[in-house]
C-alpha cells in the first residue's frame, strides 16, 4: 500500500493538474522506473545557456568571453536537454520529446559547427552558412511554436520570442549588420528569461503539487475543462 502511495504521489501525466496523479492501475504497467518531470531540467538547460550566449552578442560581455559558452552547450544545453527529451518520450510526452531533444542537438551541433566544421567552409563564405544554419532552427521553432499553443501559455511565450531570435541572429550575421545580431539576441534574452520562468513554475508546482505560479496550460484536457 506505501509503494502505491509513493506512486500516485509523484506519478504525473502531462497535461493534467498538479493534484491528479495517474492512476496506479497505469502507472504500474509502464514498467520498474517512471521518470520525474524532464521539463525543468530541459527548459533549464536552454535558458542558462541562450542567456549566457545572448549577453555576449548584446555586448554586455565581451567576446573574448564566448569561451564560457563551450561547457554550457555541451553539458548543460547539449547533452542534459538530449536526456531531457529522452525522458520525454518515456512520458509520452511528444512535444517535449522533439524540443528538448532538438534543442540539446542544437547546442551540440552549434558547439562542433564553430569549433571544428567552420573552419573547413571558406572564410567568405562562413556567415552564410552560419545564417543559413540559424534560419533553419528559426523555422524547426516556428512548427513547435505553432504546436504549442496546445501546450500553454509559457511555452508559447518561449518559443514565439526564439523565433525572431534566430532569424534576426542569422540575418545579422550573414549581413555583417551588428545592430540586428543586437536586436536577435535581445529576443534571445527575453526567450532566456520566459524558459527559466518556466522552469521554475515548473519545479514549484510540481514540488508542492499544485499551482503556485501559473503556466496558462492550453493542453486540450484543460481546454476540455475550464470550458465544462
Known sequence: MAVHQGVQSTAFRAGKRYAEPVPVERAETRGWWIPADPVPLGLSGFAITTAALSWILLGILPKADLPVVVPLAIFFGGLAQLLAGMWAFAERNAFAAVAFSGY?????????????????????????????????????????????????????????????????????????????????????????????????????????????????????????????
Open 104 to 228: 540539446g542537438a542544437f547546442w551540440l551541433s552549434f558547439w562542433l559547427l564553430n569549433t571544428v566544421f567552420i573552419k573547413q567552409i571558406p572564410k567568405a563564405q562562413q556567415p552564410g552558412a552560419e545564417e543559413l544554419y540559424l534560419i533553419l532552427w528559426g523555422i524547426f521553432t516556428f512548427y513547435l511554436w505553432v504546436a504549442s499553443f496546445r501546450v500553454s501559455v509559457a511555452v508559447n511565450v518561449v518559443l514565439a520570442l526564439l523565433v525572431p531570435a534566430y532569424i534576426l541572429i542569422g540575418i545579422g550575421i550573414g549581413s555583417a549588420a551588428g545592430t540586428v545580431i543586437h536586436i536577435g539576441a535581445g529576443f534571445g534574452l527575453a526567450c532566456a528569461a520566459a524558459a527559466a520562468y518556466t522552469a521554475f513554475a515548473h519545479v514549484l508546482n510540481r514540488t508542492f503539487e499544485r499551482e503556485l505560479l501559473p503556466l496558462g496550460d492550453r493542453s486540450p484536457r484543460a481546454v476540455a475543462g475550464a470550458g465544462g
